[in-house]
C-alpha cells in the first residue's frame, strides 16, 4: 500500500471513530404546570385588635410548620423562626383527600387522607386570644377552600363561618374548624373536604412573605 493511500485511510478512519464516539447530550423534559387558582390574604388583616391578630397570625403559621414538618411536638416551637418567609408545597395525587385533620366523614374512611398533621390544642403550642386556643386557623381552612372552589375539585366544606367574619374572604367560602378527639362525629362536620378528582397530580404552594400568605394550585399540563 503507498504512503498516500494509508494516509487516506488513517484520516478516514480518525474520522468515522470521532463520529461514533461523541457524546450526544441528553434532553431533559421539563413538565411544565398550569396554575388553576392562586389566592393570597395578609396575616396583618386577621383582626382588628393587635394582640388578637398576633394570636391569629401565629397560629396559622404554625398550622403551616406542622404540615410541612419543621414542627412535630411543642418543644420544636421557634416563633422568630416561624416568622420568617417560608414556602411549602403539598402534593394531592389523584384519588387522595386533604383533609384539614384527621377526623372525618364515613364517605372518606376508606380514602387516602392528608392532613395538616396538627390538632390545634394547647399541648401542640397553639395559642389562645382568651375564647378559643387555635384561632385563626378557621382562616386557614378558608383560604384554602376559597383556591380550591376555582379548580373544579371535588370541594366540601359542612360547616360554614357565616357566624364571624374572615377578612378579605368571602363570607360564602368561609370555614369552620373544630377538633376535639371525644366529639369525633362534631368535629368530622367541622372540617374541610378536598379531593383530588383528576387524573394527575394537583400542586398546592403555600407562600410566605411581607406578611401576606399565598396558595397557588396547579396541575401538569
Known amino acids: 500500500m503507498s504512503i498516500k493511500k494509508l494516509f487516506t485511510s488513517?484520516?478516514?478512519f480518525f474520522i468515522i471513530s470521532v463520529y461514533f464516539t461523541q457524546v450526544i447530550p441528553s434532553?431533559?423534559?421539563?413538565?411544565?404546570?398550569?396554575?388553576?387558582a392562586q389566592k393570597t390574604i395578609?396575616?396583618?388583616?386577621?383582626?382588628g385588635n393587635t394582640y388578637v391578630n398576633d394570636i391569629f397570625k401565629k397560629n396559622i403559621l404554625l398550622t403551616l410548620a406542622y404540615m410541612d414538618g419543621r414542627v412535630r411536638k411543642n418543644s420544636d416551637i421557634n416563633w422568630k423562626k416561624l416568622g420568617?418567609?417560608?414556602?411549602y408545597k403539598l402534593t394531592l395525587q389523584p384519588g387522595e383527600v386533604f383533609a384539614f385533620h384527621e377526623y372525618v366523614l364515613p364517605a372518606y374512611k376508606n380514602k387516602n387522607i392528608v392532613t395538616t398533621n396538627a390538632h390545634f390544642a394547647a399541648y401542640e403550642g397553639f395559642l389562645s386570644d382568651g375564647y378559643l386556643?387555635?384561632?385563626?386557623?378557621?382562616?386557614?381552612?378558608?383560604?384554602?377552600?376559597?383556591?380550591?372552589v376555582d379548580t373544579g375539585l371535588s370541594v366540601l366544606a359542612p360547616a360554614n363561618h357565616d357566624f364571624a367574619l374572615i377578612p378579605e374572604i368571602p363570607r360564602k367560602h368561609g370555614v369552620s374548624?373544630?377538633?376535639?378527639?371525644?366529639?369525633?362525629?362534631?368535629?368530622?362536620?367541622?372540617?374541610?373536604y378536598i379531593?383530588?378528582?383528576f387524573n394527575k397530580p394537583i400542586i398546592f404552594v403555600f407562600n410566605y412573605t411581607n406578611g401576606n400568605l399565598s396558595l397557588t394550585i396547579s396541575k401538569p399540563d
Open 10 to 12: 488513517f484520516i478516514a
Open 133 to 148: 386556643i387555635g384561632d385563626g386557623v378557621c382562616h386557614l381552612a378558608s383560604l384554602i377552600k376559597w383556591a380550591a
Open 27 to 36: 434532553r431533559t423534559v421539563l413538565v411544565k404546570d398550569s396554575t388553576i
Open 195 to 197: 379531593e383530588n378528582t
Open 84 to 87: 420568617k418567609p417560608s414556602r
Open 177 to 192: 374548624i373544630y377538633n376535639i378527639p371525644h366529639q369525633p362525629a362534631s368535629s368530622a362536620q367541622q372540617n374541610l
Open 42 to 47: 395578609s396575616l396583618n388583616n386577621r383582626y
